[in-house]
């Protein structure tokens, strides 16, 4: 295929975004080392000047910290994945899946929280839904789980990996081109050579492209594999990509905030360290040649003077109201207000009922990511039980409870709705495996499966 390391125009545009955007999320030595990236030079400022500030750089990351407490928060209590129907082998896979869903050990929370944090930074995320490949094509269903070639996984992709790609008039990709990348060494002493990947999907099929590259010297683009995707049977690209409406891209509001406070709290850093180191200043009408130091002293005439320059220091105020602005408006644009501090502080002396009050916004937004995650998860749980042609029903609820109350006023609630006597089994049930599970949102999937079909049965209505 030509042209597959061409690049889509958004991609190219958006790539020193990204990089930034993931420095200012990062923070740390990663910020330290890009520092001269961000770190504004004043106007005609001496290079050796500018070198020492960047040695001198430090960065206070709430951005960071802003971005993952709605990702701890969110997640606090695990998203409930809920399945139905008589296969009880697609059950069980489906258990076993959000256990180990990416065949790294990873959890679908933990999966899917990371894809949470990626979107939060970057604006987007990417999940690819594949199965293992096997050499020889199995002739039925048995053949396809003992030699696991129906064991689906996901695999994530940053924005950065996905170059090029072509939408549908529905907004759902035709095709689209991943690359990856790694460097390789055949031991300590070996060479070091880097391996690109491109993979391309459309709706049925993939092909794979490799490109090694060794002493500087970029190799040949050769193409390696092709056939059938994961989802071919469904007609349908078999990568996702999970995002959030542009107010709720978090990094994207305060990236600005973030970085004029990088400035000047530096700024005020630096003066604040200059102004330790006081110049003398000799007030006198006669020549001076006197050399002035720690180890030196100085004589003066009857009509002289001496003294230190010293700021006032009325600037330095300004500068760190300033900075308490900056700090506080990073949390407003980001729904945090009440976590801000500094002038807001008072708000730690408010009632229960205040505080749930002043935190109504933040749960709002923290429930429109709740509702964009568990969207891609049922998307995605949906596709993989269609093309393994499971006779499983699936949804995911949960991700709408923040710690605001605790567990006794949804026992509270329960208990009047039931006592209100709606006869329906249906809603006994699932009240029951709501509150189940979200008490024991920390047990493996497998329990929570066998908890539902036992509600299930108890709640079944008996035949006279």
């Known amino acids: 295929m030509n042209g597959i390391d061409k690049e889509h125009p958004d991609y190219t545009a958006s790539q020193a975004l990204w990089r930034m955007y993931r420095d200012l999320y990062a923070g740390g030595e990663q910020m330290r080392a890009n520092a001269a990236f961000y770190l504004t030079p004043r106007q005609r400022e001496p290079v050796d000047v500018y070198n020492e500030r960047l040695s001198r750089v430090y960065y206070e990351n709430y951005i960071g ?45 933990e999966f899917f929280k990371r894809r949470l944090i990626e979107t939060l930074v970057c604006g987007s995320s990417y999940v ?25 996984y996901l695999v994530e992709y940053s924005p950065e990996q996905v170059t090029n790609w072509s939408l549908d008039e529905q ?22 050579k880097r391996i690109r990947q491109w993979t391309y999907y459309d709706r049925e099929r993939f092909e794979q492209y490799v490109q090694e590259s060794g002493g500087g010297k970029p190799g040949g683009i050769q193409k390696t594999a092709s056939g059938p995707h994961a989802l071919a049977t469904l007609r349908r690209v078999p990568l996702f990509r999970m995002e959030v ?7 994207n509001k305060a990236a600005s905030l973030q970085l004029e406070h990088f400035n000047k709290s530096n700024a005020l850093s630096w003066a604040l360290t200059m102004g330790l180191f006081a110049m003398p200043v000799v ?15 100085i004589q003066l005439g009857p009509e002289d003077r001496f003294g230190w320059t010293e700021p006032e220091g009325r600037v330095f105020q300004v500068a760190a109201d300033n900075l308490r602005r900056l700090q506080e408006e990073m949390y407003r644009v980001c729904y945090l207000l ?7 502080s008072s708000r730690s002396l408010q009632s229960g009922l205040s505080k749930q009050r002043d935190f109504a916004i933040t749960q709002e937004v923290l429930r429109a990511y709740g509702d964009v995650v568990k969207d891609m998860m049922k998307t995605i749980l949906r596709a993989i039980v269609a093309v393994r042609e499971d006779d499983v029903t699936v949804d995911v609820s ?33 009240v029951f495996k709501k509150l189940a599970f979200k008490y024991l949102c920390d047990v493996s999937q497998e329990v929570k499966e066998h908890i539902a079909r036992e509600i299930e049965a108890s709640e079944a209505p008996t035949e006279s």
């Open 128 to 152: 690819l839904i594949d199965f293992p490949r096997t050499k020889k094509r199995p002739g039925s269903r048995a053949e396809e789980e003992a030699c696991g070639a129906s064991r689906a």
């Open 245 to 251: 409406p542009k107010g709720l891209w978090l990094m």
């Open 338 to 344: 009440s976590q801000a501090g500094g002038s807001f």
């Open 171 to 192: 907004g759902s990709f035709e095709w689209v081109v991943v690359r990856t990348e790694r460097r390789v060494s055949k031991g300590p002493g070996g060479e070091t």
């Open 65 to 109: 910290s802003i971005i993952d407490w709605y990702a701890a928060t969110l997640f606090r209590r695990e998203p409930i994945v809920i399945t139905g129907g008589e296969d009880e082998a697609g059950r069980r896979f489906l258990s076993k899946f959000t256990e180990d869903c990416d065949r790294r050990g990873s959890s679908l929370t």
């Open 398 to 430: 949960g991700l709408d409870d923040f710690d605001i109350g605790d567990f006794s006023s949804d026992l509270a609630d329960a208990e009047r709705l039931l006592n209100l006597g709606i006869a329906s089994p249906t809603l006994r049930e699932q």
């Open 283 to 297: 007030y006198t009408d006669r020549e001076w040649n006197q050399i002035v130091g720690e180890s030196y002293y």
